[in-house]
């Protein structure tokens, strides 16, 4: 089965809030995870990535945190926007053999 | 103009027809991939290419072939069209010293 797998399948955050979405792995070498965003109709865009010798890296308005121990994954988005509004996935890679593991995916939405 | 782009972008087949989805680059990337996503799953890898001579299967390569017939094309098909074959196909790239994948925009196959 899946080994990546999100806590909430859907998210609503007021706009202008900062927007946590979570994910939970289960395999031990896993050495690198990656978030993707889908808008509707497109196909997924990548958002940030984090190797796992890492345990926080920060983008523009997006940091992720990696928490090896309990195996979780974080995206938070800080001051949320209605272009925010998107499925997000997380995706490993197990070995660094270049094949990603998808989770399900949450979808934010946010609210006016 | 699209980096990957994929045709035809929507297609409704009946059960038993071959049909081949198209997707091509101008990234100039080794690798390229084909995922099925299904409405609330992620995206799960039929087959991958990492260079003109070298296919693999993915997760889910049953009733599904592929071709690489350049470096800058990668065609997916379904040999016999099943229902359950219903989903949005995505294709994708990446460098062969990267983990992140770009991807196109999509292509919607009904079976019916």
């Known amino acids: 089965g899946e080994s990546v797998g999100l806590h909430l399948p859907t998210l609503s955050v007021q706009e202008g809030d900062n927007s946590i979405i979570n994910c939970a792995y289960s395999?031990?070498?896993?050495?690198?995870f990656i978030w993707y965003k889908q808008e509707s109709g497109k196909g997924p865009q990548f958002i940030i990535d984090?190797?796992?010798n890492m345990d926080k890296r920060q983008g523009q308005r997006v940091t992720v945190l990696l928490n090896k121990t309990v195996k979780h994954l974080s995206l938070q988005i800080a001051a949320t926007q209605p272009g925010d509004s998107a499925v997000y996935f997380c995706?490993?890679?197990?070995?660094?053999?270049?094949?990603?593991?998808w989770g399900a995916g949450t979808k934010l939405i946010i609210k006016p | 103009d699209a980096d990957v782009t994929q045709t035809p972008r929507n297609r409704i087949t009946k059960t038993g027809k071959r049909i081949m989805l198209e997707c091509s680059q101008t990234?100039?990337?080794?690798?390229m991939y084909w995922y099925r996503q299904d409405p609330g799953l992620g995206l799960r890898l039929i087959y991958y290419?990492?260079?003109?001579?070298?296919?693999n299967k993915g997760e889910i390569s049953d009733g599904y072939s592929v071709s690489r017939q350049a470096q800058a094309k990668f065609s997916l098909s379904l040999e016999s069209a099943i229902p359950n074959q219903t989903a949005l196909y995505f294709c994708?790239?990446?460098?062969?010293?990267?983990?992140?994948?770009?991807f196109g925009p999509g292509t919607r196959l009904t079976v019916t």
């Open positions: 994708a790239t990446s460098d062969k010293s990267s983990y992140e994948q770009y």
């Open positions: 990234k100039g990337h080794d690798r």
């Open positions: 290419s990492f260079d003109v001579k070298d296919i």
């Open positions: 395999n031990s070498a896993s050495d690198y």
């Open positions: 984090i190797r796992s």
């Open positions: 995706a490993e890679n197990i070995n660094s053999n270049y094949q990603l593991i």
